[in-house]
């Protein structure tokens, strides 16, 4: 029997298919949100907010006040393992993320950062928040899995299916498997600390599993997830870690068996498949984030259906990628009204 602590989400990472349905979003304190709008324009930059625990708190809290979310997801970003390398990263208004080239010379000193103290805000963010938080509400923090993070890191920014990570690899498989390595390394060390700062389960998104050839996804994704997971797990062996390998398609299976608590779903995966590919993992997701635009018969449609699919099994609901700044408020009411007035 999984352990009864009062957390609904901790109860469901740890096997417990757990009713009503614990449920956060993915990107839950973002633009959709009036407050965040109005505290985003009292920061300088979007840097800056992610690195000032007062606000960066303040922004993780929102959702939580306004929805009483299961889970709060701490406000940050994945660029901050790679700002925290030496490499600058920026954002522009409406452009997305910009990041300096990757020199010899930042790699060169990755190991004098390898540290993560550049993150210590971070973690200030997390004990505040988790002392502010509702006793039944789990504080989860949160990493980019290293291709995921390397896709920007070489590419300076988005690309669209990870062009110039997938070239760099094939071209210079050795410098892009030190700069994996280094990932690995500083990425444990992040999780651990956020860990020690009071964050109580785990996120790595590799929101571009999509992205990586079949006959690569071991060495670029699951391996070095496998490795993060066990390094993360002799320091903290009872912090579960959810892993959402987006756009995986048929190696979603492959994810299942690294040592994970939980797998997250994307929109595009089936959760019934999912289950027989996962063992005992637990499953997050897969609302289709439109679903949640469109809201009314559309969404309680979309809703159902992931509850009859995951009846009876551990699942954490959420979105099948994150929310997108158009959803009218409304239709996140209309989603928790719902599934918290179904028992089964
Ligand atoms: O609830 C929350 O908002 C939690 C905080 C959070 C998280 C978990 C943010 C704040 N970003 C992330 C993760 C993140 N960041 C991912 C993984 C999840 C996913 O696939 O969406 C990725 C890929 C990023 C990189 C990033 N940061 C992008 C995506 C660019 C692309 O290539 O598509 C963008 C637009 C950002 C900026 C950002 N991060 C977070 C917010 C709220 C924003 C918008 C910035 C703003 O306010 O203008």
């Given at each position: 029997?999984?352990?009864?602590?009062?957390?609904?989400?901790?109860?469901?990472?740890?096997?417990?298919?757990?009713?009503?349905?614990?449920?956060?979003?993915?990107?839950?304190?973002?633009?959709?949100?009036?407050?965040?709008?109005?505290?985003?324009?009292?920061?300088?930059?979007?840097?800056?907010?992610?690195?000032?625990?007062?606000?960066?708190?303040?922004?993780?809290?929102?959702?939580?006040?306004?929805?009483?979310?299961?889970?709060?997801?701490?406000?940050?970003?994945?660029?901050?393992?790679?700002?925290?390398?030496?490499?600058?990263?920026?954002?522009?208004?409406?452009?997305?993320?910009?990041?300096?080239?990757?020199?010899?010379?930042?790699?060169?000193?990755?190991?004098?950062?390898?540290?993560?103290?550049?993150?210590?805000?971070?973690?200030?963010?997390?004990?505040?928040?988790?002392?502010?938080?509702?006793?039944?509400?789990?504080?989860?923090?949160?990493?980019?899995?290293?291709?995921?993070?390397?896709t920007y890191?070489i590419a300076g920014g988005?690309s669209?299916?990870?062009?110039p990570?997938?070239?760099?690899?094939?071209?210079?498989?050795?410098?892009?498997?030190?700069?994996?390595?280094?990932?690995?390394?500083?990425?444990?060390?992040?999780?651990?600390?956020?860990?020690?700062?009071?964050?109580?389960?785990?996120?790595?998104?590799?929101?571009?599993?999509?992205?990586?050839?079949?006959?690569?996804?071991?060495?670029?994704?699951?391996?070095?997830?496998?490795?993060?997971?066990?390094?993360?797990?002799?320091?903290?062996?009872?912090?579960?870690?959810?892993?959402?390998?987006?756009?995986?398609?048929?190696?979603?299976?492959?994810?299942?068996?690294?040592?994970?608590?939980?797998?997250?779903?994307?929109?595009?995966?089936?959760?019934?498949?999912?289950?027989?590919?996962?063992?005992?993992?637990?499953?997050?997701?897969?609302?289709?984030?439109?679903?949640?635009?469109?809201?009314?018969?559309?969404?309680?449609?979309?809703?159902?259906?992931?509850?009859?699919?995951?009846?009876?099994?551990?699942?954490?609901?959420?979105?099948?990628?994150?929310?997108?700044?158009?959803?009218?408020?409304?239709?996140?009411?209309?989603?928790?009204?719902?599934?918290?007035?179904?028992?089964?």
């Amino acid at each position: 029997m999984a352990e009864q602590n009062g957390k609904p989400i901790l109860n469901a990472l740890r096997g417990t298919a757990v009713e009503p349905r614990p449920v956060w979003l993915m990107r839950q304190a973002g633009r959709y949100l009036p407050e965040y709008l109005a505290l985003r324009s009292k920061a300088s930059d979007f840097m800056t907010l992610c690195l000032t625990p007062e606000l960066a708190t303040e922004v993780t809290l929102q959702p939580i006040k306004r929805f009483g979310f299961d889970a709060a997801i701490l406000f940050a970003d994945i660029l901050l393992v790679p700002h925290a390398l030496g490499q600058r990263v920026w954002f522009e208004q409406g452009e997305g993320p910009k990041l300096e080239p990757l020199t010899d010379d930042i790699r060169k000193n990755f190991a004098k950062h390898s540290s993560m103290s550049a993150l210590a805000p971070v973690y200030e963010t997390i004990a505040r928040t988790r002392a502010k938080l509702p006793p039944s509400t789990t504080l989860i923090g949160f990493a980019g899995a290293p291709w995921t993070v390397a896709t920007y890191m070489i590419a300076g920014g988005s690309s669209d299916d990870s062009t110039p990570a997938r070239l760099f690899a094939l071209r210079d498989p050795k410098a892009f498997s030190a700069l994996i390595e280094t990932l690995i390394e500083a990425t444990a060390t992040y999780l651990i600390a956020q860990v020690e700062a009071g964050a109580e389960a785990l996120q790595l998104f590799e929101s571009w599993a999509g992205t990586i050839p079949a006959a690569k996804i071991d060495t670029y994704s699951v391996n070095p997830l496998r490795r993060i997971i066990t390094k993360v797990r002799e320091r903290a062996p009872n912090t579960p870690i959810v892993v959402f390998p987006r756009g995986a398609g048929a190696n979603y299976g492959a994810y299942a068996h690294i040592g994970a608590a939980a797998i997250s779903i994307d929109a595009h995966t089936p959760l019934t498949w999912v289950r027989g590919q996962a063992g005992n993992a637990t499953l997050q997701g897969n609302l289709d984030p439109l679903a949640l635009i469109a809201g009314s018969g559309a969404l309680t449609a979309a809703i159902d259906q992931i509850l009859d699919d995951t009846r009876g099994t551990p699942h954490i609901f959420n979105l099948g990628h994150g929310i997108r700044p158009e959803t009218p408020i409304a239709h996140v009411e209309q989603m928790l009204a719902h599934i918290r007035a179904r028992r089964s």
